[in-house]
Nanobody, 123 residues
Framework: QVQLVESGGGLVQAGGSLRLSCAAS????????MGWFRQAPGNQREFVAG???????YYADSVKGLFTISRDNAKNTVYLQMNSLKPEDTAIYYC?????????????????WGQGTQVTVSS
């Protein structure tokens, strides 16, 4: 089993930045890919960004050039740097991990999930 704990969410004004962190514990050595998803009220959970063990990154079109995902394997931690935030970025952000290497996949393809962290962007 792998446990994921997110941190770094909060309230920020439009145009501001936040950095989310996701610390993994447990059988982390099985993990090949990590990612971030988000879910706004009334919406389905959507892919935001992912990174595989080779450090290749993938982004949803809506966040390309604005968000950056990175991974520190020594700390078993993945980060999501979010810049130029907009009110439509408001959501609960979830960290996810999977035992296979592909990252641009829907929620059902991921094996482990964190509890989520709230990000609220005010206008």
């Amino acid at each position: 089993q792998v446990q994921l704990v997110e941190s770094g969410g909060g309230l920020v004004q439009a145009g501001g930045s936040l950095r989310l962190s996701c610390a993994a514990s447990g059988r982390y050595f099985n993990i090949r890919a990590m990612g971030w998803f988000r879910q706004a009220p009334g919406n389905q959970r959507e892919f935001v960004a992912g990174i595989n063990s080779g450090l290749s990154t993938y982004y949803a079109d809506s966040v390309k050039g604005l968000f950056t995902i990175s991974r520190d394997n020594a700390k078993n931690t993945v980060y999501l740097q979010m810049n130029s935030l907009k009110p439509e970025d408001t959501a609960i952000y979830y960290c996810a991990a999977r035992n296979q290497g592909s990252v641009d996949l829907p929620p059902l393809a991921w094996d482990y999930w964190g509890q989520g962290t709230q990000v609220t962007v005010s206008s």
